[in-house]
């Protein structure tokens, strides 16, 4: 899939239902995905043409251009009803997109509240493999308050060997992380 005109490429990816498309569209600041109240429903690889995404601390005389971006939305994994075919048609299709000369890296989302499960840990090792960047977005911090989730970031942090400037907390609900997390993915974008 070429995609016209070429630009940086940033995947995202996690667990159905660990809200990739609450975060889409938090982080697009308009509704961009839609979203599905039926976990595992989208199957294809959607393509997002982000026109930038800014730079909040730059200096008002002389702001950083916008940098614009694709964002690839990977189908969501660890879907129980999953079949044998679709888990294997997931796998091909994550490494297609992975091994993409334009991508820059992975915004992995993974949900706050629960350990990573055994589809997350299998995730993590594809990343090791094609030494893809990665970025932990932790969903739905708003679930938890400040102690737990405070506790929680530190848990997964560790358990996923992550250094801190790697995982970002966020809610699409209150909209916590998300300047952060947009800031993450364009020093992802920047970097080589
Ligand atoms: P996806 O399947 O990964 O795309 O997940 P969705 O974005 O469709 O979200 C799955 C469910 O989690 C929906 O019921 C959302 O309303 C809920 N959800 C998503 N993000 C958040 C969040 O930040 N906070 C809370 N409390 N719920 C969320």
Redesign the pocket.
Known sequence: MLLDPPLPEVAFV?R????????LNALVGRRIAK??GT?GKTRALNVFLIPGLGNRQAPAPNPEPLTPLYFLDLP?YGYARAGKAQRTAFRALVKYALQRERLKGVVWLLDIRHPPSSDDRAMQDVFVEGETHVLAAL?????LSTGPRRTREHELREELELPEDQVVV????TGAGIVELRDAIGELVKGE
Do not use: R, Y
């Open positions: 996690g159905s239902n660990v809200g990739k498309s609450s975060l979203i599905s976990p969501g969903t739905k911090g708003d679930k966020t809610s699409a609900k």
